[in-house]
């Protein structure tokens, strides 16, 4: 007797349909699976065999095949131990049951329980775009499965509950949908600007910045802080839609770093440390090509400490997803590719010792010593990097002052009130912040008077410019116009946002 039952794989974030076909016929007793399972589907034969008669259901001694269709594809993971069973149970035909179109996803202990698994929500995403209604999820997924609507999901804690539920002895109850709400305490959680003691211009850069959507390099002595404000950074970003929620949520949840919420409500920030690989920044694997760092900031922040210290071909990895938002991985399991829109945030100390250009401590650095500690980070890179921000330490008296700075809460406002016109400009153009402009965009929206380009024209010269640097000054002078809500950018704005790309402009044995 030949059962078939639906469940579902995933490739990067997009979701196949997956046909579990049980036969069960007479012969001498075996057990096969094809369909290009890997070795964790494999495995699947000893969990489902022990969890069906641990689950006092009867394991049948003959000749059994399971095949995952379609063949094509590749199936990985242990999501297809539940369907596996169910399907074995209805050929043998210990259960009687109407399966339909119901999807079926979980892992299976030897004791017959469910365990949660991976990607749970962009398959359930995928699966209900491609008409299916009905699902059944381990408890564990439970939280993360609440928040697609459209759908009738259950969860079950163990096989029998699921056998029981289709045979109508036990009906499991529908998981209640869950209205999307930001996590408050998470958010609260992440750092103040009213925190940060002095530098008023690297506030003002972090604001641009944020506005913008546009990266930032903070380059400073140690204890300026530049990590303070790194890490402020989230405090002042827009607060993300449901949309944006749900598509951050399907990558963490196919990393398996999703918390118990169920779903990424404030916006990401992750700080790899400088021995990071580059697999695992930009996502990979010999395998099962999971995403990396750069994938799980999508939507949020990507801060890079120590630049320098980053191996060079890992940072060099990042310059195609800064320029196009999205990482297409290629390895020999297949190519995926995963969104990878973030805000660079780095920062580095201007020298080895970290004292060159500060007005408090004396550098010990050669020019020599200068040149090869900056030659670490490629000009193509820094190129790609909007704002440059040169910070310095902070005199003892605003340490101790009582005076409270400028809440991050205040940035804020202003920064979505930025955000807000850019939406309303780009509404059809299919980007969201000035970050994103292309060429149509900057020529329909950063004119120049002939004073402002005479401006640009000369700083162009005088810096040495690529044309890429040309068109990120433009879009933070966009940026800054939006913050002073003119519809013109005008020669301020562009003074402005030129300063921001004057590090490096001159030689270190110049400027000793």
Request: hydrophobic content about 40%; overall charge neutral.
């Amino acid at each position: 007797m030949i059962a078939k039952v639906q469940s579902y794989a995933l490739s990067g974030l997009e979701g196949v349909a997956v046909t579990v076909e049980t036969d069960i016929s007479r012969g001498l007793p075996s057990y096969d699976m094809v369909g290009l399972p890997d070795v964790a589907v494999k495995e699947s034969k000893e969990r489902v065999k022990s969890a069906v008669r641990n689950s006092m259901y009867e394991f049948p001694a003959h000749r059994i095949t399971v095949n995952f269709a379609p063949a094509s594809v590749k199936k990985e993971g242990s999501a297809f131990d539940l369907p596996v069973a169910i399907s074995l149970l209805l050929a043998h035909g210990t259960l009687e049951a109407k399966v339909g179109d119901t999807v079926f996803m979980g892992e299976l202990a030897l004791n017959g329980d469910l365990r949660g698994v991976t990607g749970v929500l962009p398959a359930i995403i995928s699966a209900r775009d491609k008409g299916f209604k009905t699902f059944i999820v381990p408890k564990a997924n439970e939280k993360e499965a609440s928040f697609v609507h459209g759908v009738e999901v259950y969860s079950a804690k163990s096989l029998k509950e699921v056998v029981d539920h289709l045979s109508g002895l036990s009906p499991l109850p529908v998981v209640e949908k869950t209205a999307f709400a930001i996590n408050e305490s998470e958010k609260t959680s992440s750092k103040d600007l009213a925190f940060v003691k002095g530098q008023p211009l690297a506030k003002r850069a972090l604001e641009v910045a944020v506005a913008g959507g546009h990266n930032i390099l903070f380059v400073g002595p140690p204890g300026s802080g530049k990590t303070m404000l790194a890490r402020a950074i989230p405090s002042v970003m827009p607060d993300m839609s449901f949309d944006e929620a749900l598509e951050i949520t399907k990558i963490h949840s196919v990393a398996g770093v999703l918390g118990d919420d169920g779903i990424v409500s404030v916006r990401p920030f992750r700080s790899p440390h400088h021995t990071a690989t580059t697999v695992s920044l930009c996502g990979g694997g010999n395998k099962v090509v999971h995403p990396g760092e750069i994938s799980l900031a999508h939507g949020g922040v990507l801060f890079l400490d120590e630049l320098p210290e980053y191996k060079r071909s890992s940072l060099e990895a990042m310059r195609q997803p800064l320029e196009d938002g999205v990482i297409t991985i290629s390895r020999s399991g297949g190519t995926v590719t995963y969104p990878a829109s973030f805000m660079l945030c780095a920062s580095m100390n201007p020298c080895p010792c970290g004292n060159y250009g500060s007005k408090k401590r004396r550098c010990v650095c050669t020019p020599n010593d200068i040149r090869k500690y900056r030659a670490k980070i490629s000009g193509p890179l820094l190129d790609r990097i909007d704002i440059q921000v040169e910070v310095d330490g902070v005199e003892y008296e605003h340490l101790v002052s009582e005076n409270l700075e400028e809440s991050s809460a205040e940035v804020k406002k202003r920064a979505d009130k930025a955000r807000a016109i850019q939406r309303e400009r780009y509404q059809d153009s299919g980007i969201k912040t000035n970050a994103e402009m292309g060429e149509k965009e900057l020529r329909a929206y950063c004119k120049l008077t002939l004073e402002s380009e005479q401006v640009l024209r000369e700083a162009f010269d005088r810096l040495k410019l690529s044309a890429r640097a040309r068109n990120r000054i433009l879009k933070v002078a966009r940026t800054i116009a939006d913050l002073d809500y003119s519809e013109n950018v005008t020669s301020e704005h562009l003074y402005e946002a030129i300063s921001y790309r004057t590090y490096g402009a001159e030689a270190p044995d110049d400027l000793l």
